[in-house]
């Protein structure tokens, strides 16, 4: 993966992290409820994209950065939770929709790398955009926004595949 690709998934842990700490807030779960939210929204899609394409050790074992980040992320909310709280009605859902467009096509691309079929690579791409917050959702008991709105799984969908056409039709990467 890229120097540019490693940070901006970074970044989509971070912004998916902070909208199982916002989720855990409204829900008033303790620092580690947060914890948990946080962790699953933020690395849960990829973990089940690795856990079914057979790779091991998932991406985190290999490379725990990724829950340096997602502790930090939780500890800075919980300081900070007064100002996180308004960004979660105007940047969060951006942020939101910029990590779902980035976790797919990395979902999609990782499967592509490891020889998958292009329909599984969109929905490999697909999964690793949307699980992690159907996971969140589950463990907040409510229904998970991707089976409320159309057209978050649709945007997953559709951002995988423009990725898979494009990886077939030889686009540089």
Not at 52 to 68: A, E, K, M, N, Q
Request: proline share 4%.
């Amino acid at each position: 993966m890229s120097q540019v690709v490693y940070w901006l998934d970074m970044a989509g842990v971070v912004v998916f992290a902070l909208s199982g700490v916002v989720l855990a807030c409204r829900h008033r779960m303790d620092p580690f409820g947060m914890l948990v939210l946080a962790a699953v929204t933020g690395i849960g899609g990829g973990t089940l994209r690795d856990l079914v394409l057979g790779v091991r050790p998932v991406f985190w074992v290999s490379d725990p950065t990724y829950l340096w980040v997602i502790f930090a992320t939780v500890g800075l909310a919980m300081l900070g939770f007064h100002y996180i709280h308004r960004l979660s009605r105007g940047f969060l859902p951006v942020a939101d929709a910029f990590g779902l467009a980035l976790f797919s096509v990395i979902g999609a691309h990782k499967a592509l790398l490891l020889g998958s079929p292009g329909v599984v690579a969109v929905l490999m791409g697909m999964m690793t955009g949307v699980a992690g917050g159907m996971i969140r959702d589950v463990l907040a008991q409510r229904v998970p926004m991707v089976l409320r709105e159309e057209i978050y799984a649709t945007a997953a969908i559709a951002g995988g595949s423009v990725y898979v056409v494009l990886h077939t039709m030889g686009s540089p990467r």
